[in-house]
């Protein structure tokens, strides 16, 4: 019973850090200083993707679940909950796909960011002269 609510604790945490990974850019928008958190995470996310690397947390959920008493999956967190769910046909480039678009989708929401802050901050300059 402990492994089991230990192994879903760590599926949490293993999902909440993919989405944060993915929208986190969004959070930044509002919280500037969470940029600081999920840069490193975005980087971290980009070298499991294009590295094929294991994530840690994956092999520490499934000793997790074989001590509970369950079958273990096999391979890595997203290709057996995310992808076997979203796309279950998906061919090797599914990763590296991924692993470009979510490249590009912080590329376009920092750039953004920084044009706000740049616009910001030429108006209070402005402000200040007069």
Request: with cysteine; glycine share 6%.
């Amino acid at each position: 019973m402990l492994y089991h609510l230990l192994a879903d604790l760590v599926f949490l945490l293993h999902f909440s850090f993919i989405v944060f990974v993915i929208a986190g850019g969004l959070v930044v928008l509002k919280w500037h200083w969470v940029a600081f958190l999920h840069i490193p995470a975005v980087i971290w996310g980009l070298a499991i993707e294009f590295l094929s690397a294991p994530c840690p947390l994956t092999p520490w959920e499934q000793q997790l679940l074989l001590r509970a008493g369950e079958e273990a999956y096999r391979g890595g967190f997203i290709d057996h909950y995310i992808v076997s769910l979203i796309y279950p046909d998906a061919n090797p480039r599914f990763f590296l796909e991924a692993g470009i678009f979510l490249l590009v989708l912080n590329c376009v929401i920092y750039a953004w960011i920084i044009m706000r802050m740049r616009a910001k901050k030429r108006g209070n300059e402005v402000e200040a002269r007069r």
